[in-house]
């Protein structure tokens, strides 16, 4: 799915709430198209991490503070991924700590730091085809994305899935709940980043396999294609 002279590259967005499957099922459907993934939660958690490295305490930070931080952020290829680095250096493990997760909800809501990961995000779109997704991705980032999907899951199974995910073992009913519980306010602080696009197609992945949802999304994204 190469543009041809003129034509604007392919997007697809991805959005939904925290732990409804968007960065992984993205990567898988950026790797069966031969798009690049662009995870815009990984350019935010990156800014916080950056910015926990100052030694500020979160409460003191504001956005001026956070995007100074953010200047050791760059993006760099890991397969069919544009993963963030922190001063040049992979950081995964650093950005998926427990320090970010908690402060990154802060960050998030920072309008300023938004426009820097939207401008980061749609500077990839002008040199590649993209999967790009987040929770406003089909809103704010990319009104005009060719494919828009939105992908849900009930609460429970999101907290069981992150839990399997972080842990690697099967998480007990009273983890599950802990973590349902954290999931639930955690929406209700994103509310205004977590708005359907009118256009955009639904998923609810409770009773789905990972792979049905990446067939149903890539065939979207081919059907979209031959129809532009």
Known sequence: MSPSDGDKFVVVAIDGPAASGKSSTAEWVARELGFCHVDSGALYRAATAAALRTGLPPEEWTPTAVLDAARIVSLAAEGTTL?????????????????????????????????????????????????????????AVFPDANVKIYLVADPWERAKRRLVQHLKRLPT????????????????????????????????????????????IVALAKAATRSN
Not at 86 to 107: C, F, K, M, Q
Not at 109 to 136: I, K, Y
């Open 83 to 139: 993963a963030p680095l922190l001063d040049g250096a992979p950081a995964d493990d650093e950005i998926r700590s427990a320090a970010v997760t908690n402060a990154v909800p802060r960050v998030a809501r920072m309008q300023s730091v938004r426009s820097w990961v939207n401008e980061q995000v749609r500077r990839v779109a002008t040199e590649r085809n993209v999967v790009a997704d987040g929770r406003d991705i089909g809103t």
């Open 173 to 216: 009913d009273e983890e599950i709940a802990a973590e349902t519980d954290r999931l639930v306010h955690r929406d209700a602080a994103d509310t205004t980043q977590l708005v359907q696009a009118r256009d955009a197609v639904l998923i609810d992945t409770t009773h789905l396999m990972q792979s049905e949802q990446v067939a149903r």
